[in-house]
């Protein structure tokens, strides 16, 4: 048995699940992978000699269990990557950790309207509501490059968790054809150019759950 385990959801769906494997993967962690299937007969069962919540994602790391994505994504930079998860520059690190908060928090039409589903490819309408939703993440991802992004690709130059936490809403922005200014545009592309998040999207479109089943999202 490893000493890092990460207990995810269906890779097709479970969108939350995406942000620590992605920074474990980033960052060459290895880790033992442990994938439950979501909306189940039996998934409360198999989930619940490793998640309090019952839900996905979660951490173990010898005796200590973490879960909820963005408190696993924090414990991994603090724990096992001696705090390079964020940018070191206090200003940027800050700047990183509110709009993660702010992805991890709000944009409750986006969760609902347009759920992560790697096999989607469809051009879909959204409400005034998303809209507004999807215009404060292109002005994040806009205005945080156009701050912090002048040494690589990524919102701060250099891959962090900040990209973690976004990667699913780029899955779910080219899933449905969101309409997106061109910095930001930009930057969606990136992280789908991801080998791990093109990986990643392969074995979701792989999986042969039946599409019908309902979306729940889990932190």
Known sequence: MKDVRLVIGNKNYSSWSLCPWLLLKMFDVDFEEIQIALYQDNTAEKLGPYSPSLKVPVLLHREVTVWDSLSICEYISEELLGGAGWPGNPKRKSNARSICAEMHSEFPHLKKDWPMNCKASYRLLPSDALVNEIARIDAIWSCTRRRFGETGNYLFGRFSIADCMFAPVAVCFDAYGAE?????????????DNPFVQKWITEGRREKEPLSIAYASNA
């Open 180 to 192: 997106l200014s061109s910095d930001a545009y930009t930057y969606m592309q990136t992280l789908l």
